[in-house]
């Protein structure tokens, strides 16, 4: 019995990292743009989608889809931020979160019409293999879907901390009028960030396509996990966000293996629901 | 009650009545598929003058009313299919439970200080929990549904909200209508005043001792009440429930971009939203349907782009520009 609790939170463990990295995005964007990016969920699975596609006609790996489909998603959010959301950043709160709806509606029913409401999957060779430590079975796909999570993760990490252009965007988050009085290109920057995002859910979408299938309709529930979890973690902490990932990836697990997995999410809300009430500003976020 | 109608130039008088006419005759003018849309117009209308309340109001944005829609119309009709209550007992029934829900949600939120996104998210939160609760709750019926028994259509009853579209129609016309009259008068009452003094700076308001939490949990609490008087509708209307629809984002969605696209504050907005809205988008898919076009899905995006180009372009709503247009305002 306890084997197969230990087994259910490992593997929790390891599709939450992914989550992590899904929910890095929205916190980047978040954390710099100031603008909630309620269409992250829907622009992911449009991502999944788009390993999908790849993958059937060249037989491409999710893993190695990663970097066109990413590349493409970067754009496309440089894009979005410059050419839509720019004008909105200004604007009331409920405004932008309006346009963003509106967007997202337009993305999720877009893929409900060009794909159909079935759900799609890519097979890999490597998708029944497992590992086995003791009285841990892992998955090979969970694994690798894990550690390549933490890769990018930690690449991230190393471009805010290292890079010259990673400064330029924290110092745009931490002071708009400072930023711009050194002469740093706000409007790029900020467009850069969404890139950032998209790319980073692109990348969590391509590596959750090695363990689940995917519908249009998971696009909403997609973006409230991304919430959820930025919001457990603290909002603008990439730290916070990887380890709150983690621990809905547990939760979610263990709601599976002691309730019914439908309820998982029942689980994700709750620990929401006590992290709002007794730690608000999250569990590694800066007092406000 | 001319406290209602003081400062409106007659033509607005006018307007405003030869509209109610024309719905009242309704029934005798157009055919029963026209109907049927308006009976969903009306419900838009109505559902979205109660979101108003809360986010066009006061300001609190909701994303989550699907919750109170599903929790009175599942309260009403299980004890209508349960227990045989009268649905407008059951009514009463509906409103206290979805009444208590709105104070959980605001006292959480709103003793915590949670505002903006995250109290948007908190009302996401809650009603996606509330449907995977209802998805389980077997006595319910659980994720395969609640039906009621079908009505008889050739007598109505209205005691026992039974009977023909006819009269159902006119039951939500009448409550759109009350909705209207109840929220000219809240916007001018002290109450109203209050309300938007917390809407434009919350802060500011606080300093001129408006007590913010009282009158945002009061906000609340109407705008679920309100929204419980739908979810009965909607239950004894459609005669069946599933959590999987009535608790949906989706749901909560549509009751919310009506209000958006009329004018998010106003008095008609809600209305005028509706009605652009429903019919747009019906007639959009009988369009594809004559067309050849059967696909799921479109309608939702043509209401995204409503969304888009309304937020883009017409960030007031459609309703201001109208009335200006049309020398409808109320007088200077």
């Not at chain 1, 809905?248 to 709002?276: N, R, Y």
């Amino acid at each position: 019995m306890f084997d197969l609790y230990l087994n259910a939170a490992v593997g929790g463990a390891l599709t939450g990292l992914v989550y992590g990295l899904m929910a890095l995005g929205l916190s980047v964007i978040f954390g710099v743009v100031r603008v909630v990016n309620f269409a992250h969920g829907e622009m992911m699975t449009g991502a999944m989608y788009g390993a999908i596609l790849l993958a059937q006609a060249f037989k491409l790996d999710p893993l190695i889809s990663i970097v066109p489909v990413a590349l493409v998603m970067f754009l496309l959010g440089y894009w979005l931020q410059r050419g839509v959301i720019n004008a909105f950043v200004t604007r009331p709160e409920h405004t932008q979160f309006m346009l963003l709806v509106a967007i997202a509606i337009i993305l999720v029913n877009g893929q409900l019409i060009a794909f159909g409401p079935n759900a799609r999957n890519v097979q890999v060779d490597y998708a029944l293999d497992s590992y086995q430590f003791g009285p841990l079975i892992l998955d090979k796909v969970r694994l690798v879907a894990a550690g390549a999570a933490l890769v990018i993760s930690a690449a991230l990490f190393a471009f805010f901390r290292f890079s010259l252009t990673g400064k330029a965007i924290r110092a745009c988050a931490d002071n708009f009028l400072g930023a711009q009085v050194v002469g740093l290109n706000v409007r790029h920057l900020y467009a850069l960030t969404f890139g950032i995002g998209a790319a980073c859910l692109a990348a969590a979408g391509c590596l959750l396509l090695l363990l689940v299938d995917v519908t249009p309709s998971q696009g909403p529930s997609y973006t409230l996990l991304a919430f959820v979890i930025v919001i457990v973690g603290g909002m603008g902490s990439l730290t916070g966000a990887l380890l709150s990932g983690l621990l809905v990836g547990v939760s979610e697990a263990m709601a599976g293996a002691l309730f019914d997995p439908s309820a998982k999410s029942m689980f994700t809300f709750a620990l929401l629901v006590l992290v709002l009430l007794f730690r608000p500003q999250g569990l590694l976020g800066r007092k406000p | 009650m001319s406290g209602l109608f003081a400062g409106l130039p007659r033509r607005a008088l006018v307007a405003m009545g030869v509209f109610l006419l024309l719905l009242l005759l309704a029934p005798w003018l157009v055919n029963a598929y026209v109907l049927s849309i308006l009976v969903v117009v009306l419900y838009y209308a109505y559902a979205g003058q109660a979101w108003n309340i809360m986010m066009g109001f006061a300001g609190q944005l909701s994303l989550g009313h699907s919750l109170y829609v599903g929790l009175g119309a599942y309260a009403a009709a299980a004890v209508f299919v349960k227990f045989g209550v009268n649905p407008w007992l059951g009514l009463v029934v509906a409103v206290v439970v979805t009444t208590a829900m709105g104070a959980i949600v605001g006292f959480l939120a709103f003793r915590f200080g949670i505002g903006g996104v995250y109290f948007a998210i908190l009302t996401i939160a809650f009603s996606e929990f509330t449907r995977i609760g209802f998805d389980h709750w077997l006595w319910l019926g659980g994720s395969g549904g609640l039906f009621l028994p079908v009505a008889n259509l050739s007598s109505n009853d209205l005691v026992n909200l039974r009977g023909a579209p006819v009269m159902f129609y006119y039951v939500i016309l009448a409550m759109t209508v009350a909705a209207l009259a109840f929220c000219r008068w809240l916007l001018a009452s002290k109450l109203g005043y209050y309300w938007q003094a917390i809407r434009e700076n919350e802060d500011a308001a606080a300093a001129l001792g408006i007590h913010v939490f009282r009158y945002k949990m009061i906000a609340v609490m109407l705008s679920s009440a309100m929204t419980a008087f739908a979810g009965v509708f909607f239950a004894f209307y459609y005669n069946n429930l599933f959590p999987e629809q009535i608790f949906s984002m989706g749901r909560s969605i549509e009751i919310i971009i009506g209000p958006i696209i009329g004018g998010l504050g106003t008095l008609f907005g809600p209305i005028v939203g509706a009605f652009v809205l429903n019919p747009l988008a019906d007639g959009l898919a009988e369009l594809l349907q004559w067309v050849g076009i059967d696909v799921p899905g479109v309608k939702q995006v043509f209401y995204g782009f409503c969304l888009l180009l309304v937020v883009v372009f017409l960030p007031g709503g459609i309703w201001p520009m109208l009335a200006r247009r049309l020398g409808l305002e109320r007088g200077h």
